[in-house]
């Protein structure tokens, strides 16, 4: 047995309410620089839906991830390295622009430079790919809110086959919300595909990242990953993803995701795994068994046997006792509440999903039944508006046996927290139901439903004695220069965090200059620019107003009040 460490995320989609408060915070942070305009290392997508970019999980298509040969041995959808060597200088399997989308700003010049005129000026959309004024068609959550599910949802992959399932009726029709950061699997594709071996797992967190100086933007990686969740920077040349954030993970803080979730739906814990067990949980030869075959890889912190054989592979005390104390280990292992997303990939995901229950209830009182008595609620999903079938296609291999074991702890929950509440006696038939105690309900609860920030966030921060290879990894990465991806540039976010104006807010002619010019962008007339936050109202201080002009026509500056 060889004891690794593992950074993990649970997301409880019954608590997210789609606000895309985490894409934008993670955008500002880490891709909003130029080339990275299209780039969402988190993304929240409305299902049913297409997803981002469109349609990623048709593998038909885009063969990522991983498969069984003839034999029983994994190789990779997209083939191996003598396919690899022969497509090397042409990719025939990369999304396009269009699968994405091309993201655009608008002129506001239009409107600040606009004559009196009777009609209202309009500032039209300009892309930010070719500057050139564009047609906004796509985007990365097109989905959103149903307004495009009668048209696009059709064409959601997971809906093929279960068509009778998935309707868009208006009294049959469901939504729900999908957020998603890179899965930072236990074996992961998109390292496999790498002919540069840029991509690598970091041995003492498991965080997946590329080195910046190896990668030699052969794009392998973004048609590896089945997820989709490796991007590429049309500007460097490089590719990019998700960092879980690792410069604020490495001191205990948790991801700018998870720090600015508006719903508190994110978990962030350490867990540890078996190692020498990831290839053959992988090469599981049924689909449907990958689910359990990935829980049993996750080893129960508080073994002695598995705290031993941590220790001699030279895990720190304090992340044992925090694995301990994860809350990952708790909702997987111990409630068995939370499912892999799409574990048929057989990259071992280890950011994983808490099914929505809600509609549920609401449906039962509608219909003038008791909406949290468990009869009614273990009865009632079979029938939930969302399908389990659908549920089953993303987060079970298509098996609804794990999905329904899910919906009924969490329906039980619900009821026997209500006999409390109402100071009622709480009946342990309800848990035993479900194969829980009273207890353990009462435990899971807590964590679901009113647990603290440290409780929600246990996350070691690293040793002294790793900061140096830390530092070399970061180094890796191309955190600390200008081009790499987030923390270089005029600002401690990035290229356009300091003196340039955030890409939400600038005009389009200030977005082509930054784009187009070869050095870190700043104003060049920053030292003639005055900050209003400093200025009290009185005088006129240099650069605020334009220059007077003396009756002569000699142009002076007057600082006078």
């Given at each position: 047995m060889r004891v690794m460490a593992q950074l993990a995320m649970v997301m409880n989609l019954d608590k997210c309410i789609g606000c895309h408060t985490c894409?934008?915070?993670?955008?500002?942070?880490?891709?909003?620089r130029s080339g990275t305009e299209y780039v969402w290392f988190n993304n929240v997508e409305t299902r049913p839906g297409q997803g981002y970019p469109r349609g990623y999980e048709d593998q038909d298509r885009w063969?990522?991830?991983?498969?069984?040969?003839?034999?029983?041995?994994?190789?990779?959808?997209g083939g191996g390295r003598w396919r690899k060597l022969a497509t090397i200088f042409s990719n025939p399997t990369l999304p396009g622009l269009d699968d994405?989308?091309?993201?655009?700003?608008?002129?506001y010049a239009e409107l600040t430079t606009a004559p009196l005129q009777p009609n209202t000026p309009v500032a039209r959309p300009r892309s930010l790919i070719s500057g050139r004024p564009t047609k906004i068609t796509w985007s990365a959550n097109w989905d959103d809110d149903l307004g495009g599910a009668p048209e696009h949802g059709r064409d959601d992959p997971i809906r093929k086959g279960i068509e009778d399932k998935v309707r868009f009726e208006f009294e049959q029709t469901f939504m729900f919300y999908l957020p998603r950061i890179c899965e930072h699997c236990l074996n992961p594709a998109c390292a496999a595909s790498c002919p540069s071996g840029a991509i690598y797992k970091r041995s003492e967190d498991g965080i997946v990242l590329v080195d910046q100086d190896r990668c030699r933007g052969w794009r392998m990686c973004v048609s590896g990953c089945p997820y989709k969740k490796v991007y590429f920077?049309?500007?460097t040349g490089k590719a990019e993803k998700c960092t879980f954030c690792f410069p604020r993970v490495e001191v205990g803080l948790p991801t700018v995701c998870a720090e600015t979730c508006v719903g508190r739906l994110r978990y962030i814990g350490l867990v540890l795994y078996d190692a020498d067990r990831v290839l053959e949980a992988a090469t599981t030869p049924d689909d449907t068994d990958l689910y359990d075959a990935q829980r049993a890889l996750l080893l129960d912190p508080n073994d002695p046997a598995v705290v031993s054989a941590a220790e001699g592979s030279g895990i720190p005390a304090d992340w044992i006792a925090a694995a301990q104390r994860s809350p990952i280990y708790a909702l997987i292992n111990t409630y068995r509440v939370a499912?892999?997303?799409h574990p048929e990939y057989r990259t071992m995901p280890m950011v994983w999903y808490i099914p929505p229950l809600s509609p549920v209830s609401?449906?039962?009182?509608?219909?003038?039944h008791d909406g949290e008595d468990h009869r009614n609620l273990f009865a009632a999903i079979e029938a939930l508006r969302i399908p389990v079938e659908y549920l089953a296609r993303l987060f079970s291999a298509g098996d609804p046996a794990p999905v329904t074991a899910v919906l009924r702890r969490l329906a039980a929950m619900r009821s026997y927290m209500r006999?409390?509440?109402l100071g009622r006696e709480p009946r342990e038939e309800i848990a035993a139901a479900v194969g829980m105690s009273g207890e353990q309900i009462h435990d899971m609860y807590r964590l679901l439903a009113i647990a603290k920030y440290e409780e929600r966030y246990v996350i070691p921060p690293a040793h002294a004695e790793q900061a140096h290879s830390l530092e070399e990894l970061a180094t890796d990465c191309s955190l600390d220069y200008d081009d790499g991806p987030g923390m270089g540039g005029s600002g401690p976010f990035g290229e356009?965090?300091?003196?340039a104006s955030p890409l939400a807010v600038e005009n389009f002619r200030m977005l082509r200059a930054r784009q187009t010019d070869d050095t870190i962008a700043a104003p060049v007339d920053k030292g003639a620019r005055v900050n209003l936050l400093n200025w009290d109202g009185k005088g006129r201080p240099a650069g605020l107003f334009a220059p007077r002009r003396t009756p002569a026509g000699a142009s002076t500056e007057d600082t006078t009040s």
């Open positions: 894409s934008v915070t993670c955008k500002q942070t880490w891709t909003n063969r990522g991830g991983w498969m069984l040969n003839r034999r029983g041995r994994l190789r990779l959808r994405y989308y091309e993201p655009w700003t608008y002129d920077n049309h500007r499912l892999p997303l609401d449906i039962l009182r509608d219909t003038g006999d409390i509440t356009s965090s300091g003196a």
